[in-house]
């Protein structure tokens, strides 16, 4: 078992160090590299299970410590099947993203084309635009009613106040013309008075004359 397990642990070191290699690697030396990584986490995955069985043939004693290291050996083989598949990942995302972009530039566009695939659905976004713009405009539009009734309205205030201020001046003519008009009757009742008064006494003395020349 202990040859089993230190030939494991190299290998597994021996594969981070491909790890780091394909890292910098090109992309002609890549594969090669992808390909080796794969058949040591195999190796190391099958000596992991020869490991296990290995550990229950040991004495109880050494049985805790030698489950201990496998498992660690596990962990670590985890690790490097982790990495793979991330760097396999990005491959596949990379090689994907160069395919794309070889199709995108080598597509010939027309001003009116019909492929399905290139055209752009902005009619929603032309939909919203034109709403918020209607809005803008229906909110000016308010303002601008709310202005002109405000204006309105400090006419009416204005006309108004002359209106109330001319009715003010009329009642004021009104009145003194009628205390002017009363004023005149009682002096044409007076001066009535007064003209019959001068009468009589012009009849009396008159008649006071004729009777004493008489």
Excluded: W
Excluded at 143 to 170: C, V
Aim: include cysteine; proline fraction near 0%; glycine fraction near 4%.
């Amino acid at each position: 078992m202990e040859a089993l397990y230190h030939q494991t642990n190299i290998l597994i070191q021996e594969t981070q160090a491909c790890f780091e290699r394909l890292n910098k690697a090109g992309t002609s030396n890549a594969d090669a590299l992808e390909n080796e990584i794969q058949e040591r986490i195999s190796t190391v995955t099958k000596n992991c299970e020869r490991l296990d069985q290995y550990v229950y043939k040991e004495p109880v004693a050494r049985r805790q410590s030698a489950k201990t290291r496998v498992d660690q050996l596990k962990y670590d083989n985890h690790h490097l099947q982790a990495a793979l598949r991330m760097y396999q990942h990005r491959q596949a995302q990379y090689r994907r993203e160069e395919t794309e972009r070889e199709e995108l530039l080598s597509r010939r566009f027309t001003h009116n084309s019909a492929d399905a695939e290139t055209v752009i659905f902005i009619d929603h976004s032309i939909q919203h635009h034109s709403a918020l713009n209607n809005a803008n405009r229906g909110v000016d539009d308010m303002l601008r009613s709310g202005a002109g009734i405000l204006e309105s309205l400090r006419d009416q205030r204005d006309t108004l106040k002359n209106a109330r201020r001319r009715i003010i001046d009329i009642a004021n003519t009104l009145g003194l013309s009628n205390t002017t008009m009363r004023l005149i009757e009682k002096r044409a009742r007076e001066d009535k008075f007064v003209l019959l008064g001068g009468i009589f006494v012009t009849l009396v003395v008159i008649l006071l004359v004729i009777i004493y020349l008489t």
